[in-house]
């Protein structure tokens, strides 16, 4: 067992350094890591968006669903009031 860490550990060490030593040539040469690329996640989004966007304007069911549940439990206009009608004392 002992050998079988001996070999982790030095394949562990022989990684280490070359990225210490691709490290040091990337200081020497002024190489820079690359800038993140946001534009194409923000396209990625904007497409999303886009294609429930289409989804939900064609489908009735989800516009019901979506649209009726995010109403907070309103009354519906066809609905008799709950009060019933006002009356004159």
Request: aromatic share 2%; proline share 7%; charged share 25%.
């Amino acid at each position: 067992m002992k050998a079988a860490r001996d070999e982790k550990i030095r394949g562990q060490v022989q990684a280490a350094a070359a990225s210490i030593t691709e490290a040091g040539r990337a200081l020497a040469k002024g190489r820079r890591k690359p800038e993140p690329r946001r534009g194409r996640r923000l396209a990625l989004a904007l497409v999303a968006a886009a294609v429930a966007g289409v989804a939900l304007a064609a489908n009735e069911q989800w516009r019901d669903a979506i649209f009726n549940s995010a109403g907070g439990g309103g009354v519906e206009a066809d609905s008799p009031s709950p009060t019933g009608p006002p009356t004159v004392a």
